[in-house]
């Protein structure tokens, strides 16, 4: 029996150890890219290389590479999405449609080859399929060599040439990029609007350019080699999964040091104007402070530099780099530079897979944006004190009101509206953060962000991850809310009536309307202006939140889901109960707030 004991305890222990290895493990890319850019004709030859490490359990017989510049012709997928979206982008509307030959982007290949061999592919749309004439073993690495030629397409959507704002080259999404290949295998998507994904790596990439070019990108500059009519620029980037550059004979190059974080600032900018000049001056100094912000309450960012780059046809986060259009007034400048540098923490370093976790990308950078903005820039921004996300709870009660909201569980690319993606993923992704916070107090929340990007940078994770980090941090169980939030339409709507007022108690009836149950904080407040807290949890978190930080309150019995109606019973007695309110903090986003406040006559 003991000998049996012992077997069954040693292969549980060598179960766990095999599982931890197959969660924790990822593929790795070394890029060393070499183009020559021909900027009359706005094309280029590239010679790439891609050592691939294969460290999955599974052996690979094919590989998958993103040809993004393929989207900008007639007829791609992207084109005809956005012709058949109810509400298709401003940016892409029917441009793609029209463009000439000379205006639509292109990769052709003349050499594919692996470990020195020619393969077998084919180009379907925006994806380089190829057969493998060796596979790969896992613990295996492989060789994979391009030679291409390419053009650049009208800037339409992030990449592209000659911008709205006259910036010759926004160089994103450029180059033959390997698909992400994990516990779910091959992430192949098409590219038709968003989002991206893709394995670490390093990455060495020489660009050259006709020398009247400034460049700016991802990674650190290397060298610069002047010959007769052009420069040679080499950037490296370790530990990145994109790389990115843009090129403009009018920058005005600008840096600036942040000594205490160890990090220099550059900032890539035309002075079409005094008032963009001052305002890229201002944005400087602003953005230091941010990154020190950041850096204190959010996780220490990793890197050495960061450019803010004044390119592409809006604002679109790169790795140690955003491109960001710029004739714009001040406090759009500095929102939308705060808002693709934070993607640095939540989607740059963290690399969850945007197809379908981009609420845990947008939705949490801009649950950061708005509490940064309030607490650095308020005198700019004006956010209310009390919810700094307020106006977020607004534009997704509106939305509701047009009944388009899909699950934030949905491929990015496949909702039925732009609109729906935008607000359920930017909107709801971001109220995801407040309301959790509301859930297991802003003091766990934020402990539990630190320690998510701390945590889990550079690895890939999903929403379990997360939820899991959430869950230690505050010793509650929360994949409930995971759950209804992220995988349902569910709302929340709450009630409150009078059921019974004898002289020292009340009965009041709080009813569940909404599909979504939730625990509740009630704020009781007396005739003589005092206030107290009665908090009623929900059995399926086992447990409560912290509230000992409101002077008095009272933990009622946790209410049961299944059930809609909960009896209230408050007693008092020197002072007179004059109003019962669900949710002072506004942060639970009830759809009806009209019966979440009661009015008590005496």
């Known amino acids: 029996m003991l000998m049996s004991k012992t077997y069954s305890f040693l292969f549980f222990l060598l179960c766990v150890l095999n599982y931890n290895l197959y969660a924790s493990w990822q593929q790795r890319v070394e890029y060393d890219i070499k183009i020559n850019f021909d900027h009359e004709n706005h094309q280029f030859s590239g010679i790439q290389t891609l050592k691939y490490f294969n460290n999955s359990r599974d052996t690979l017989n094919k590989v998958f590479f993103h040809l993004y510049f393929n989207a900008f012709q007639p007829g791609s997928m992207m084109d005809v999405r956005s012709r058949s979206l109810p509400d298709p982008d401003r940016r892409v509307m029917d441009r793609i449609?029209?463009?000439?030959?000379?205006?639509?982007?292109?990769?052709?290949?003349?050499?594919?080859?692996?470990?020195?061999?020619?393969?077998?592919?084919?180009?379907?749309g925006t994806v380089l399929e190829i057969e493998l004439n060796k596979s790969i073993k896992p613990n295996e690495s492989t060789v994979f060599y391009l030679e291409y030629f390419s053009q650049v397409p009208k800037q339409i959507r992030r990449s592209g040439r000659n911008n709205k704002e006259g910036i010759d080259y926004?160089?994103?999404?450029?180059?033959?990029?390997?698909?992400?290949?994990?516990?779910?295998?091959?992430?192949?998507?098409?590219?038709?609007?968003?989002?991206?994904?893709?394995?670490?790596?390093?990455?060495?990439?020489?660009?050259?350019?006709?020398?009247?070019?400034?460049?700016?990108?991802?990674?650190?500059?290397e060298n610069k080699i002047e010959k007769e009519n052009s420069f040679i620029w080499n950037f490296k980037a370790q530990n990145v999964h994109d790389f990115v550059w843009a090129a403009d004979p009018d920058y005005i190059h600008d840096v600036i040091k942040v000594d205490s974080e160890d990090l220099e600032l550059h900032f890539y900018y035309q002075e079409s104007s005094d008032e963009m000049s001052k305002n890229w001056k201002r944005l400087q100094e602003e953005t230091a402070k941010a990154f020190i912000y950041?850096?204190?309450n959010f996780g220490k960012y990793p890197y050495k530099k960061y450019s803010v780059i004044q390119a592409g046809d809006g604002g679109m986060e790169y790795p140690m780099a955003t491109l960001i259009t710029g004739e714009r007034s001040y406090p759009?400048?500095?929102?939308?530079?705060?808002?693709?540098?934070?993607?640095?923490?939540?989607?740059?370093?963290?690399?969850?897979?945007?197809?379908?976790?981009?609420?845990?990308?947008?939705?949490?950078?801009?649950?950061?944006?708005?509490?940064?903005?309030?607490?650095?820039?308020?005198?700019?921004?004006?956010?209310?004190?009390?919810?700094?996300?307020?106006?977020?709870?607004?534009?997704y009660f509106n939305f509701l009101d047009d009944n388009l909201e899909e699950p934030l569980s949905t491929h990015s690319d496949h909702f039925s509206s732009n609109r729906a993606y935008g607000v359920g993923s930017y909107t709801k992704g971001a109220i995801f953060l407040s309301q959790l916070g509301y859930i297991i107090s802003e003091e766990i929340l934020f402990k539990g962000l630190r320690r998510y990007f701390?945590?889990?940078?550079?690895?890939h994770p999903?929403?379990?991850?997360?939820?899991?980090?959430?869950?230690?941090?505050?010793?509650?169980?929360l994949d409930w809310y995971l759950d209804y939030w992220i995988g349902t339409t569910h709302r929340i709507d709450y009630s409150l009536s009078l059921i019974n007022h004898k002289r020292k108690t009340i009965n009041i009836l709080i009813e569940r309307i909404g599909l979504v149950?939730?625990?509740?904080?009630?704020?009781?407040?007396?005739?003589?202006?005092?206030?107290?807290?009665?908090?009623?949890?929900?059995?399926?978190?086992?447990?409560?939140?912290?509230?000992?930080?409101?002077?008095?309150?009272?933990?009622?019995?946790?209410?049961?889901?299944?059930?809609?109606?909960?009896?209230?019973?408050?007693?008092?007695?020197?002072?007179?109960?004059?109003?019962?309110?669900?949710?002072?903090?506004?942060k639970l986003a009830d759809i009806d707030k009209s019966n979440n406040i009661l009015k008590i006559e005496n």
Request: hydrophobic share 35%; glycine share 6%.
């Open 97 to 124: 449609f029209n463009l000439d030959d000379n205006e639509i982007g292109f990769h052709k290949f003349s050499k594919v080859q692996q470990d020195g061999k020619d393969l077998t592919y084919k180009i379907q």
């Open 170 to 221: 926004s160089m994103a999404q450029w180059f033959p990029k390997i698909a992400e290949y994990d516990r779910q295998g091959w992430h192949a998507h098409p590219y038709i609007a968003r989002e991206f994904y893709a394995p670490w790596g390093h990455y060495n990439v020489t660009i050259e350019i006709d020398k009247g070019y400034i460049v700016g990108a991802t990674g650190y500059l």
């Open 294 to 296: 950041f850096n204190k």
């Open 332 to 395: 759009s400048l500095l929102s939308v530079t705060l808002h693709e540098a934070l993607h640095s923490w939540y989607q740059m370093l963290l690399g969850t897979n945007e197809s379908y976790y981009a609420w845990m990308d947008e939705g949490f950078t801009s649950f950061v944006q708005n509490i940064t903005q309030f607490n650095l820039f308020n005198d700019i921004y004006n956010l209310n004190e009390i919810n700094p996300l307020e106006k977020s709870y607004e534009r």
């Open 454 to 459: 701390n945590e889990w940078k550079f690895k």
């Open 462 to 477: 999903d929403k379990y991850d997360f939820i899991r980090i959430m869950e230690k941090e505050s010793g509650l169980e």
């Open 517 to 586: 149950p939730m625990p509740l904080d009630i704020e009781i407040t007396y005739d003589d202006g005092s206030k107290s807290l009665v908090y009623i949890p929900l059995s399926i978190m086992r447990g409560e939140k912290d509230i000992t930080n409101y002077n008095d309150f009272t933990i009622k019995k946790d209410w049961e889901w299944v059930n809609t109606e909960y009896d209230l019973e408050l007693n008092y007695s020197d002072k007179k109960i004059i109003k019962v309110q669900i949710d002072p903090s506004t």
